[in-house]
């Protein structure tokens, strides 16, 4: 097998600490040897498992490092993720033809903001559709640069909070479509996620820095609507068929009107669509894992845009798509078999 460790892999394996099968400690040497990983950062509760239900951690390489750092439950390797600019300086660079969402960085001086043009304030580091606030009307649009100046110390020192362009949601619902992919660009699973827009339905905010907007005794309450899809936040999921595997099963009525509302047929991933996931898991997914979390919009009028990748997603939508109930370990091992075999 040619050399890979340039890629870097970021695992989680809660489902192999809990499982306590005799198995899983060859299923893991299994899954180090064939990625060829030179070695292993066992962190916190999970070193900490494993050690006292006496699982060896001793068998992968004699760089294994064991941190038990206090809040931490992940296994990783060699792990970094990418901020929103640096996942769209590398499309800009080797997938010029996947269209993108500029972002408006808030580390420097307050920009200026096109005239009448909605805007979506975001942190890059949160995931599962929270955090995230839509500015559309003029007053609203006050309201952030008002904000934007009294935070501009906080926002700088946070690093991650920028503006992207809002994309008008198709006949009253947002969408968006999570792909999950090996690094070396296979689509493992695809689902379309909606959600119907409702003045009455308001945005998840956990974010101290945020939270103004959404308290209506503050002077900068914004009164906005949600406008994200997740289904962590009260989105619909849709399994959706792809070149490499096809989804069955009914759907309600609904979920047919929404699909054929978007423009997708037999429930079949849209080819540009699919396209661009492929096009950017080749490009990210060696810097985001072994698999990778990609969220494309459908604008209305039938573009696709990238919108953000995602290091060590949910695999919810695997079990969904392959209708298996895998555990996220065994995932992992798929993956990573096809993955070497790839560059092997």
Request: proline fraction near 5%; charged fraction near 20%.
């Amino acid at each position: 097998m040619s050399e890979i460790s340039p890629v870097v892999y970021d695992l989680v394996v809660s489902d192999y600490v809990n499982a306590q099968r005799a198995g899983d400690q060859a299923n893991l040497r299994h899954l180090i040897e064939v990625i060829g990983l030179e070695e292993i950062f066992i962190l916190g509760h999970t070193a900490r498992r494993l050690m006292e239900r006496d699982i060896e951690v001793v068998f992968t390489t004699p760089d294994m490092v064991i941190d038990t750092t206090p809040g931490t439950d992940r296994f990783v390797t060699r792990g970094v993720g990418l901020i929103n600019g640096e996942e769209r300086e590398l499309l800009g660079s080797y997938a010029p033809d996947v269209r993108t969402l500029v972002p408006i960085d808030l580390k420097g001086p307050i920009p200026e903001l096109a005239d009448k043009q909605p805007y979506v304030l975001k942190n890059g580091k949160d995931q599962g559709g929270k955090n995230k606030l839509l500015f559309e009307t003029e007053e609203q649009l006050e309201k952030l640069a008002t904000w934007l100046a009294l935070n501009a110390d906080a926002i700088g020192n946070d690093g991650e909070f920028y503006l992207e362009p809002f994309v008008e949601e198709i006949d009253g619902f947002m969408n968006s479509y999570r792909f999950t992919a090996i690094a070396s660009g296979q689509i493992v699973a695809a689902t379309f996620n909606y959600a119907q827009s409702s003045s009455n339905a308001r945005p998840v905010i956990s974010d101290p820095l945020l939270r103004p907007f959404v308290d209506p005794k503050h002077s900068l309450y914004l009164g906005t609507r949600a406008i994200t899809s997740n289904s962590m936040t009260g989105g619909e999921s849709i399994a959706l068929s792809t070149p490499n595997h096809s989804v069955v099963g009914e759907l309600s009525r609904e979920q047919q009107q929404v699909l054929e509302l978007h423009g997708i047929t037999d429930r079949q991933v849209p080819e540009a669509a699919f396209t661009a996931a492929v096009d950017v898991a080749k490009v990210l997914g060696p810097s985001q894992g072994i698999i990778t979390g990609i969220d494309l919009i459908q604008s209305g009028q039938g573009d696709f845009y990238f919108l953000e990748s995602n290091q060590g997603p949910s695999l919810n939508n695997v079990r969904k798509t392959l209708g298996e109930k895998v555990t996220d370990l065994e995932v992992y091992l798929r993956a990573a078999d096809s993955f070497a075999a790839t560059y092997s």
